[in-house]
């Protein structure tokens, strides 16, 4: 994408660069979401905030749930990963989290956005609040009938304790050897810890299996 | 104690109020760590900069690692609480992991100085890199002998990244429902993988038993 189209110089007249809507509403986006929360901002009003046509926004991202996604620059939807990696055998779920998650810690543009996530939730409680109302409404009811027994929030809640727990230790703290360790090895350990909060027993004395 | 001898104001003439001299050493020895980090900050320089006879640093905190945890906050010393709780029955160590851990909840002055330290440590590189330096040096050496197999930092490292990240996601983030479910069912959730990262099997092929 050239700099001419990136600020909407393109000759067509119709609209302005795609480059440039789609950061102008990503911007907008932003704005109305630290301002009104996940729960209040609504499409109609980022659009107004972009300036263009609500429908440019599904156009460019869809729903509203993978507008925030982009906004808030998570590498991953965990709406739509999550369900992937639950729907195969248990037995190899751990397996499968540490692929998917050393692959995350691997690039680096993954791992910056995460890093950036985290540090913004950690110092400002309107990014806090967005998190916060993001998750129940979209990650739960798309991953809650494949976890294991009781609240599925709690499960999601503990899942979310160790990504976050492991960017802090290893990109911001940068503690060793965690911080120098390669990316399966990082995987390898906290993903049976994943697993657990996923599918297994949630308290020391809940013995049944993973269904 | 009072303010006047907070302020050092009392009459004995022999030296200011022992609260303002602790409170004096206490911000020196955060200023000298903040900007020589753990390892360079000398007893000498904090007392130098309290004003302070270097001695009286031993008689109110002891040794250097005893101020660091006084002056950052922790409320509890790793050093002393670890070997304690994992000098016991290992087939018990996820229950003392739990219950030390959900009284520590329990106490807002407890999880309020985590949290502190938590998001000092999210934004201020200084505090990051006193923490990073403080662990190797003086909670591994204590703890080393009595954790699992592999390397000793890697399992505290690890150890660490849950509780940091219980703490942002119940005290920053506040996420339902683990924000406000009971101290000793939060403990509960997380204890096992505490456990398993101090001494139980690190990776998923590994599989022979904690020791």
């Known amino acids: 994408m050239s700099n001419a189209a990136k ?9 302005p660069g795609q480059s440039g809507t789609r950061e102008a509403i990503l911007a907008a986006a932003r704005r109305q979401l630290a301002e009104h929360g996940y729960d209040r901002a609504s499409l109609r009003g980022i659009a107004a905030e972009a300036g263009v046509d609500q429908r440019l926004i599904a156009h460019f ?3 509203k749930q993978q507008l925030f996604v982009a906004a808030t620059g998570l590498p991953l939807d965990p709406a739509e990963v999550l369900p992937r990696i639950l729907s195969g055998d248990p037995a190899d779920l751990t397996e499968r989290i540490a692929a998917l998650l050393a692959e995350g810690l ?8 995460l890093t950036a996530i985290v540090r913004a939730v950690a110092t400002e409680p309107a ?6 109302e993001f998750f129940p ?9 494949l976890l294991g027994p009781g609240d599925p929030r709690l499960r999601l809640n503990l899942f979310g304790t160790q990504i976050v727990g492991l960017v802090v230790a290893r990109y911001i703290v940068a503690v060793e050897p965690l911080a120098s360790m390669s ?12 697993a657990r909060y996923l599918i297994g027993p949630l308290t020391p004395n809940e013995k049944e299996p993973p269904r």
């Open 137 to 145: 409404r979209h990650v739960v009811t798309s991953v809650a009938p």
């Open 183 to 194: 990316p399966a090895a990082a995987a390898d350990a906290v993903a049976p810890t994943l």
């Open 127 to 132: 990014v806090a609040t967005m998190m916060r």
């Open 61 to 63: 991202f869809g729903s």
């Open 7 to 15: 600020r909407g110089g393109g000759h067509s007249g119709r609209r």
């Open 106 to 113: 691997d690039r680096p543009e993954a791992h910056d956005r």
